[in-house]
């Protein structure tokens, strides 16, 4: 049969609308785990009597972390069978609601940990798994823009979960939240498994030749790693990535001590997310159009900029507003490179570009989990210089390190 056109069309589209609608229930929740954070932490509702900083900070790395983590360490099972891939990552969607749910009634930090943090993070970063590998085969010319687009769903879930889980948490508990949150992994879940179908269908001759070869495939699709240039994109990824959460995860702690509202701190990380959203997509778009070394070396000058100039020495609403919006913008738009770089280095080595695609997550993963604890080391507020012309309230050492990262 004539398979659907590349680069266009209604299948096309809608299978990115499916991976977009994916990236915004599996990492826009994660993304905006300081809402919990704070509300674990400091609300005297709180169901975890054991609650601190450190404790809470770690169901959130691990939910962040492991969401990248996953997917590849899986990808020898998804060649083995090929003939239920789609149902598989509906399933795994599925038990990412449930350990939420499980989660709901729980009273201590490590039990959190396990069922909010580890499991959650693992089943929805292998939910992603399928748009992932066949991401490539629908788009070719248009691949940067694709994958921008499809990464802007974790944007989006950023700008959205804030505002829903704040309502949540304030109107109906910590317990019934997780449980709405649960229901709305499991229903979009759903709704994004029946956009997401790869372009060319698998069949039961290649799942029989995957069934013979599936360690030897899984082996063979990490040789990339070998490669002088994807060492080098995976170390620039893991670099930006720990500036990256550093920021996202101190943001809402530096608006706290500017004495900022608790509402005025959520819009913040909105607005945030709604930068990142953008820059995704428009840096998606130029790497289709300019060699996307040029388009790293101009995000890494405005993210690194905006952090000296802005994030060191703002002491007001306005100048933070200015520093996310910038910083957002470039730091977060860095994945719409993993893309064009996939498909450069596939090609060197006669690899699948979704297995380069998928070992660009290991660094970001690995980040999200190093990046936060580098900060917690570097922030000390029992320095509380409110007056300190760079780097107020005891942020000059992580602010620091945020811009040399970039």
């Known amino acids: 049969s004539v398979l659907?056109?590349?680069?266009?069309?209604?299948?096309?589209?809608?299978?990115l609308l499916g991976a977009f609608l994916t990236e915004v229930i599996c990492l826009g929740g994660a993304f905006s785990f300081s809402i919990f954070q704070d509300y674990l932490v400091e609300s005297k509702e709180s169901p975890l009597k054991d609650a601190n900083n450190v404790g809470v900070s770690a169901i959130g790395t691990m939910l962040v972390c492991l969401s990248y983590f996953a997917p590849p360490l899986v990808r020898g099972i998804w060649a083995r069978f090929t003939m239920w891939n789609r149902w598989m990552g509906f399933a795994?969607?599925?038990?990412?609601?449930?350990?939420?749910?499980?989660?709901?009634?729980?009273?201590?930090?490590?039990?959190?940990?396990?069922?909010?943090?580890?499991?959650?993070?693992t089943?929805?970063?292998?939910?992603?798994?399928?748009?992932?590998?066949?991401?490539?085969?629908?788009?070719?010319?248009?691949?940067?823009?694709?994958?921008?687009i499809a990464f802007a769903g974790a944007g989006t879930g950023g700008i959205i979960y804030p505002f829903v889980l704040n309502v949540a948490l304030n109107k109906v508990g910590f317990q019934w939240t997780l449980r709405i949150w649960a229901f709305i992994i499991v229903f979009i879940g759903g709704f994004s498994t029946l956009l997401i179908r790869p372009r060319i269908p698998p069949t039961r001759k290649s799942r029989s030749k995957n069934a013979k070869n599936a360690l030897k495939k899984s082996l063979k699709?990490?040789?990339?790693?070998?490669?002088?240039?994807?060492?080098?994109?995976?170390?620039?990824?893991?670099?930006?990535?720990?500036?990256?959460f550093a920021v996202s995860f101190y943001l809402a702690v530096y608006c706290r001590s500017l004495g900022l509202s608790s509402g005025t701190s959520t819009g913040i990380v909105a607005a945030f997310n709604a930068a990142a959203l953008s820059g995704e997509i428009i840096i998606g778009h130029a790497c289709d159009r300019?060699?996307?070394?040029?388009?790293?070396?101009?995000i890494g000058a405005m993210a690194s900029s905006s952090a000296f100039l802005l994030f060191g020495l703002a002491q007001s609403l306005v100048g933070v507003i200015f520093f996310v919006l910038l910083f957002g913008m470039a730091a977060g738009s860095y994945c719409s490179i993993w893309t064009p770089a996939a498909y450069?280095?596939?090609?060197?080595y006669n690899m699948q570009t979704a297995n380069?695609?998928?070992?660009?997550?290991?660094?970001?993963?690995?980040?999200?989990?190093?990046?936060p604890l580098i900060a917690?080391?570097?922030?000390?507020?029992?320095?509380?210089?409110a007056k300190a012309i760079f780097g107020a309230f005891g942020f000059d050492g992580l602010i620091v390190f945020v811009g040399a990262c970039m």
Do not use: C
């Open 4 to 15: 659907p056109p590349i680069d266009g069309g209604t299948r096309a589209w809608t299978f």
């Open 290 to 298: 300019f060699p996307y070394p040029s388009i790293i070396f101009l």
């Open 344 to 348: 450069d280095i596939s090609r060197l």
């Open 92 to 121: 795994s969607l599925s038990l990412a609601g449930l350990s939420l749910i499980i989660a709901s009634f729980g009273n201590s930090t490590a039990f959190m940990v396990v069922f909010m943090g580890i499991l959650p993070g």
């Open 356 to 371: 380069v695609l998928l070992g660009l997550t290991i660094p970001r993963g690995l980040a999200s989990a190093i990046g």
């Open 123 to 148: 089943f929805l970063g292998i939910g992603t798994l399928n748009y992932l590998i066949w991401l490539p085969q629908w788009f070719l010319k248009k691949r940067g823009l694709a994958n921008g």
């Open 376 to 385: 917690a080391a570097l922030y000390h507020p029992e320095k509380n210089q």
């Open 221 to 244: 699709s990490l040789s990339f790693g070998k490669s002088p240039l994807f060492v080098l994109n995976a170390l620039a990824t893991f670099v930006v990535s720990m500036g990256f």
